[in-house]
């Protein structure tokens, strides 16, 4: 054991990182070369001196509190803060500190690793993942996450929004006449006329090449009709581009949220359909009606044949696409995927029934059926794991977790065998009973999946707090990351998370040779893509599987 300062000096001499000795009235007793050079200082300017002779007084006082707790308690406490050093650079740190005893006194013993970059770099992969590149506005997934909380709000009772969808009247011509330059510096400059119409506390954003959308909170004294036509004047006030002045309009579809909005995608498709009515006469702005959604009457139709396939189970069935393990290849799972089939309206796409199912409560009686089925097909199949996509609205039920469990106990599958695919936003905007029905099945044995991954900074305390066992990346991600460098950053930035936290990384969307390598080389676990299989129906599960049974063709040449 050491207890004298010049056998810990030679050692400290040696670490790779920062070390510091202090005492217990907080005076420098040592620091090493590293430290020295960190801090841009030599020992001597340093060594002697106390806390409050070197640093701001507020910092010299939250770091000798700090010594006194390791010095209390006698135990290693890490810290991460944001400093000025002595050279008035603002700095992140990341300290550990432990007691040490030198000539029978307590002293603390720290490391410091500068982890400066490393935030800033987190920092702007964050601001990435969630803005427009070209206009620094919200781009889609940012709106999505935000509608998803404003349609949670309104249901609660809380304060009701609107969300307004745009899209530019003539900008091809500004493209095509004074060149791209000139339209992008277009769209900065309505995204900033945009910007400067609401309050810091709305949303804007750009969703498309020249498509905007705004997310309005309504206090009481909105008047969406006034602002709808300020956004048409802007739009017509004349725009200084390079060299030249452009003019445009634009049209605009307003749909309101209140206590009766459901889904987000539902929402979106509503303005999208105002917005539609719009341009058939440019410059102007509809408000969205169920009398002007010309497709209300076939998903009314939609929804009397879903409940009746609910009731018979005629025609729904369950597809199955496989998850591979990057390193070799190998399936290690299946993700069940609901597909409809009606005598009269033929293939239904997912995305419309489920999207109606959310709509008119029939959603809970949909996810049961396919997650029974799917665990019963599965079951048999030791080796594999199931995942079943989860809807926010599932969430919102207190009866989830029980009918989870009661499935698992029927099929007689074990709890690990089961993902829940879960969307991010859904987690982000979870409330207290949806965290305690979730962390309920975790206990229970059954993993959860956050499903399109790709703003995951702003959830990593509930990534924590849930102890979730994958991610997954997001297709758009996915697809773009070999050529877009944006998306390069985000999809290494979301693996480096998730080893950090021991979490399983999932690429989905995997089309082509080149996204699969560079996902691999990411570090990403897990990849799933018509790369390797479409979604096949029950009985071709085995065939699928037969063709992975050897080092599959796009691994063997490795």
Same mark, same amino acid.
């Given at each position: 054991m050491i207890h004298d300062l010049g056998t810990w000096s030679k050692v400290l001499e040696l670490m790779p990182t920062a070390m510091f000795v202090r005492d217990a009235s907080h005076r420098w007793v040592f620091v090493n070369r590293i430290g020295c050079e960190n801090m841009g200082v030599a020992a001597t300017d340093v060594v002697g001196k106390r806390d409050d002779e070197l640093f701001p007084p507020d910092q010299a006082a939250r770091f000798a509190a700090g010594d006194d707790a390791v010095l209390r308690s006698h135990e290693v406490v890490e810290t991460e803060e944001t400093i000025t050093d002595l050279h008035g650079r603002v700095r992140t740190l990341l300290t550990r500190k432990t007691c040490i005893d030198l000539d029978g006194l307590p002293h603390v013993l720290a490391s410091v690793t500068d982890i400066t970059e490393l935030r800033e770099s987190e920092a702007q992969v964050?601001?990435? &993942?969630?803005?427009?590149?070209?206009?620094g506005l919200a781009n889609r997934t940012a709106l999505f996450g935000k509608l998803d909380a404003a349609i949670a709000r309104a249901a609660g009772g809380g304060v009701h929004s609107a969300l307004l969808y745009l899209d530019l009247d003539g900008f091809k011509r500004v493209n095509d006449t004074y060149g791209h330059q000139a339209g992008d510096e277009l769209l900065v400059q309505f995204g900033t006329r945009l910007r400067a119409l609401v309050r810091a506390s709305d949303t804007v954003a750009r969703?498309?090449? $020249?498509?905007? &959308? =705004?997310?309005?909170?309504? $206090?009481? %004294?909105? %008047?969406?009709?006034?602002?709808a036509e300020r956004i048409l004047v802007l739009a017509n006030t004349?725009?200084?581009?390079?060299?030249?002045?452009?003019?445009? +309009?634009?049209?605009v579809g307003i749909v309101a949220i209140d206590a009766d909005a459901v889904a987000a995608g539902e929402m979106a498709r509503k303005a999208d359909s105002a917005l539609y009515e719009a341009k058939r006469g440019r410059n102007r702005y509809v408000i969205y009606t169920d009398e002007l959604d010309s497709s209300l009457v076939h998903r009314r139709e939609v929804e009397v044949a879903l409940r009746e396939a609910l009731r018979t189970g005629e025609g729904l069935d369950c597809h199955y696409q496989p998850l591979v393990r990057a390193s070799d290849g190998k399936v290690i799972g299946l993700e069940a995927l609901a597909r409809w089939r009606h005598p009269r309206l033929g293939a239904v796409p997912p995305v419309q029934f489920v999207a109606v199912a959310e709509e008119t409560g029939l959603i809970g009686h949909l996810g049961e059926w396919i997650l029974r089925r799917a665990c019963a097909r599965l079951a048999p199949l030791a080796d594999l794991f199931v995942a079943v996509n989860v809807s926010a609205v599932q969430l919102r039920d207190d009866r989830f977790a029980d009918t989870v469990l009661d499935v698992l106990a029927s099929a007689g599958m074990p709890a690990h065998r089961l993902e829940l695919e879960i969307t991010e936003t859904a987690i982000v905007n979870a409330d207290a009973s949806t965290v305690r029905l979730l962390r309920r099945l975790r206990r229970a044995g059954v993993r959860i999946s956050l499903d399109d991954f790709g703003t995951g900074y702003s959830s990593l305390t509930l990534l924590k707090d849930l102890d979730v066992d994958k991610v997954k990346i997001d297709r758009s991600f996915v697809q773009m990351a070999p050529t877009a460098d944006d998306s390069a950053a985000i999809v290494r930035a979301v693996s480096n998370l998730g080893a950090a936290l021991g979490l399983c990384v999932v690429a989905? +969307?995997?089309?082509?040779?080149?996204?699969?390598?560079?996902?691999?080389?990411? +570090?990403? $676990?897990? =990849?799933?893509?018509?790369?390797?299989?479409? &979604?096949?129906?029950? %009985?071709?599960?085995?065939?699928? =599987? +037969?063709?992975?049974?050897?080092?599959? &063709?796009?691994?063997?040449?490795?």
């Open positions: 964050r601001w990435l &993942a969630c803005h427009d590149a070209l206009t969703i498309g090449g $020249d498509e905007f &959308a =705004l997310l309005v909170d309504d $206090d009481g %004294d909105l %008047d969406v009709r006034d602002l004349p725009f200084d581009v390079p060299a030249n002045t452009a003019f445009i +309009g634009t049209s989905e +969307g995997v089309e082509t040779e080149q996204q699969r390598v560079f996902l691999r080389e990411a +570090g990403c $676990d897990e =990849l799933q893509g018509f790369l390797f299989s479409e &979604a096949v129906p029950e %009985d071709r599960i085995e065939r699928v =599987l +037969g063709q992975f049974s050897a080092p599959d &063709a796009v691994y063997s040449a490795e």
